[in-house]
């Protein structure tokens, strides 16, 4: 299926449009892209912007629709095409030039030396997210050579720190908080199957809300020789355990009726059985089988997990303090204020301190709009005739997260299809297949065409 790729591309665009982008030329911005160390603190997002407005420029973006704005080490681009109807809201497309650091004594190659072997492009940021957003560049470029005026206008937007604070994702959120939708390269995908061939794919529409919390208890201590009830560290570890028994309500909404519903038949068994009783009825023993399946039970509820832990200061005292944090994950639509409070409830001790860490942003799924779906499914299934196009809800945030606060519909539309276990995103020796590269060229171009005429 890969080597007939090719061939397929052309099959997602509209009839009369032009050609995608040429594959090679995606091929060698990917490859390049790569080099650039764009990890927290390198100072490389920046160059990294420079030379996509390099590539933009000399595909004829005028100066004045390339800006790119810097933020302490870091930086925003955005690229515009100009619409002819002022009117209509732009839709925008969505990636992150940052990547997460890599130690190059851990890798089999240098992360940040692209290596192209054995069908695949190798290096840190290759499948996140520099392969959807070289796609997108390629796109862009490709669209603006053809002399392509759509009736919308067409905003690229690449954020620079989506791995670790978000600060420029808040940026761009707010400055095009008037979009008439969001398409992120960074959400959904494709899944191959081990013989290489497409069987799915997901449009990502919402995403859990991540907030963190820590649990504390504290203690006047003392003398290790004599002991007292107030020991910190028993009583959290008492708490720890009232969170590990504690399931949330389960719950459903548009996004995992639909994807439980269509995988189903595709998963087979009690646990296929299962989602599809409870894409229907919501039904509660469903729920539970399905809450035993670690990929499934995000699906299905809130999930809180405990994740760091700290407490005492000598090995022959009391500890004075104890301490947990717990991870949550949250279903989109309820509050973080409402699930401090159940964990508060859980715990059960009036002497627990429970503090909510950082500032976490809480947003609802994306409507399933008929527009985006059909557009999708047209251009996916142009590349892959047959397969499974469904939406979904990610338990990972993205820039779509701020997006989405601000009533943005934001749609994770990725054009990578890989082998599961293939995906190493923030993992060793993370790569990405070349022989898609044609086809997902393809699939932006047929998009973007789609949703901005």
């Known amino acids: 299926m890969r080597g007939a790729y090719g061939a397929l591309a052309l099959l997602a665009l509209p009839h009369g449009a032009m050609a995608a982008a040429d594959a090679g030329v995606a091929k060698a911005i990917l490859m390049r892209s790569i080099a650039f160390r764009t990890v927290e603190g390198a100072g490389q997002v920046p160059a990294l912007a420079a030379y996509y407005a390099g590539v933009l420029k000399a595909a004829g973006f005028a100066e004045a629709d390339i800006v790119i704005t810097p933020m302490g080490e870091t930086a925003t681009l955005a690229a515009t095409i ?49 392969y959807d957003v070289a796609m997108m560049v390629a796109t862009m470029a490709q669209l603006k050579k053809d002399g392509w005026t759509p009736r919308r206008t067409v905003i690229l937007l690449l954020s620079g720190d989506e791995e670790t604070d978000m600060v420029t994702t808040r940026a761009l959120a707010a400055r095009y908080q008037g979009l008439e939708l969001l398409l992120n390269g960074d959400g959904g995908g ?43 560290i028993y009583r959290l570890a008492r708490a720890i355990d009232r969170i590990a028994a504690h399931q949330f309500p389960p719950m459903r909404n548009a996004l995992t009726r639909a994807s439980l519903a269509l995988s189903a038949d595709r998963i087979g068994g009690d646990v296929g059985a299962a989602m599809k009783a409870y894409a229907e009825t919501g039904d509660a023993a469903a729920a539970e089988l399905l809450s035993t399946r670690p990929e499934f039970v995000g699906q299905v509820r809130t999930t809180c997990v405990a994740t760091m832990l700290g407490g005492g200061h000598a090995l022959n005292a009391l500890p004075q303090s104890a301490r947990v944090s717990v991870n949550c994950r949250i279903f989109p639509g309820v509050a973080i204020d409402a699930v401090k409070a159940e ?3 859980v715990i059960a001790d009036d002497d627990a301190s429970v503090k909510t860490l950082g500032d976490p942003l809480a947003s609802d799924a994306s409507p399933l709009r008929a527009d985006v779906m059909t557009a999708v499914k047209d251009a996916v299934t142009a590349r892959a005739p047959g397969v499974t196009v469904m939406p979904g809800m990610s338990a990972g945030a993205t820039d779509s997260l701020y997006f989405r606060a601000l009533g943005v ?21 993370e790569r990405v297949p070349v022989a898609g590269i044609g086809a997902s060229l393809a699939q932006w171009d047929a998009v973007v065409r789609a949703l901005a005429q």
């Not at 851990?106 to 692209?114: E, I, K, L, S, Y």
């Not at 997901?202 to 006047?220: M, N, S």
């Open 82 to 130: 100009r619409g002819s109807d002022p009117t209509l809201k732009p839709v925008a497309l969505i990636g992150h030039m940052d990547v997460v650091a890599a130690n190059r004594a851990d890798w089999t190659r240098d992360p940040f030396v692209p290596v192209e072997e054995n069908g695949y492009i190798f290096g840190r940021g290759a499948e996140d997210n520099k």
């Open 190 to 232: 494709g899944l191959l199957n081990d013989d290489g061939k497409p069987v799915l794919y997901q449009l990502q529409a919402g995403e859990k809300t991540y907030a963190d919390f820590e649990i504390g208890f504290a203690d006047a201590g003392g003398h290790s020789s004599a002991p007292t009830p107030g020991n910190p």
């Open 343 to 345: 964990l508060v409830k």
């Open 409 to 429: 519909p934001s749609y994770g539309v990725s054009s990578l299809f890989m082998k599961a276990q293939d995906g190493f995103a923030h993992g060793l020796n």
